[in-house]
């Protein structure tokens, strides 16, 4: 997507710089991965060699040194894509990397902090490699960037979202850019007029007339288990994107969660509506209020961002199998207080 936390023709920058090295700073799955396959889509179309290659703690100088040779026979040039999962290597091969990377200048190079510190930003080896280099930052979108690129995108699509419409879609698309795109896209296709406000966005998000989001928020935290798996079951089928059913729970539950923590816990339709929340789902917050206590509150809370970082990559585990689970959890709870 088009953000400034995404930019495009890499390569193109750092030569037209007169440098030979992109350095990308975190591990947030969607902009590291952008970033990455703009470069692999430049040495695609330039028959350039692309290498990856993974550090770690343990690896010499020995070891390292015969990966930077250039085994192709169709290009002299080679773009080595190198992962470090920690900042910790050892002193030689740091000493190596600058070198490689200074003396260098014929190839390029994409160095990937999956996870940095401070004592990393201002060591000596890394100001050095920085000399001949552009830094990039690939950290989870703050809320205005998302909304941005969602803004920017629903604006290709003729489409207008008011504040309210994007502060939603932010929130259920969890900052996963790609699932915001899908919605905008699916919106775009409906025979609605250009400008979308929250209500209208609410009734068209789904996909399909059988079941949508919100039915299946309303059959969870009404404890209707059946007509929960059977929306679950479908939403599946229909290849929906697991974040963006996890993306209603969080939105619900941050709502929820500020409002049982807070000082005055009394919940007003004013306080809803700043948290975003509106029509039928206010009923839904103010029931959950009364019936879950506060450790159920954080373990939805704890378990909604572990999906989140199952569905992104970033934890191993089956999106769709946790998000059974939890719904599932939720909704038998709510059976339980409502039998």
């Known amino acids: 997507m088009d953000a400034i936390f995404a930019p495009q023709n890499i390569i193109k920058k750092i030569q037209d710089l007169n440098k030979n090295c992109v350095i990308i700073l975190g591990n947030e799955p969607v902009v590291s991965?952008?970033?990455?396959?703009?470069?692999?889509?430049?040495?695609?179309?330039?028959?350039?060699?692309?290498?990856?290659?993974?550090?770690?703690s343990s690896n010499k100088v020995e070891q390292i040194r015969p990966l930077f040779n250039n085994t192709s026979l169709f290009t002299n040039q080679t773009i080595f894509s190198i992962s470090i999962a920690s900042g910790r290597i050892l002193e030689e091969t740091k000493k190596f990397l600058v070198k490689v990377t200074s003396e260098n200048n014929n190839d390029l190079f994409i160095i990937h902090f999956h996870s940095f510190t401070k004592e990393l930003i201002k060591s000596s080896w890394f100001t050095k490699i920085k000399e001949s280099a552009i830094e990039l930052e690939s950290k989870e979108p703050n809320t205005q960037q998302i909304e941005a690129a969602i803004k920017s995108r629903a604006n290709f699509y003729n489409l207008s979202l008011d504040d309210e419409s994007l502060s939603l879609?932010?929130?259920l698309s969890l900052g996963n850019l790609l699932a915001a795109e899908n919605e905008i896209i699916k919106l775009s296709l409906l025979d609605i007029k250009s400008d979308v406000d929250v209500k209208e966005l609410m009734s068209h998000i789904s996909n399909g007339s059988k079941f949508d989001s919100f039915k299946l928020l309303d059959y969870c935290m009404a404890g209707q288990i059946n007509k929960t798996a059977q929306a679950l079951s479908y939403f599946e089928e229909e290849g929906i994107e697991p974040l963006i059913l996890n993306g209603?729970?969080?939105?619900?539950?941050?709502?929820?969660?500020?409002?049982?923590?807070?000082?005055?816990?009394?919940?007003t339709n004013s306080k809803l509506v700043e948290l975003r929340i509106f029509g039928t789902t206010q009923e839904l917050v103010r029931a959950a209020l009364i019936k879950l206590s506060s450790k159920q509150v954080e373990a939805s809370l704890i378990k909604i961002?572990?999906?989140?970082?199952?569905?992104?990559?970033?934890?191993?585990?089956?999106?769709?199998?946790?998000?059974?689970?939890?719904?599932?959890?939720?909704?038998?709870?709510?059976?339980k207080k409502t039998a």
Request: proline share 1%; aromatic share 14%; with cysteine.
């Open 33 to 56: 991965n952008h970033i990455k396959k703009d470069i692999k889509t430049f040495s695609d179309l330039n028959n350039i060699e692309y290498k990856s290659i993974q550090f770690d």
């Open 169 to 171: 879609l932010s929130n």
């Open 248 to 267: 209603m729970f969080s939105w619900i539950f941050t709502a929820i969660s500020k409002i049982k923590f807070s000082m005055d816990s009394s919940v």
């Open 305 to 335: 961002k572990e999906i989140d970082l199952i569905c992104k990559g970033l934890l191993i585990g089956d999106p769709w199998l946790e998000i059974n689970r939890f719904v599932f959890g939720i909704s038998r709870l709510f059976n």
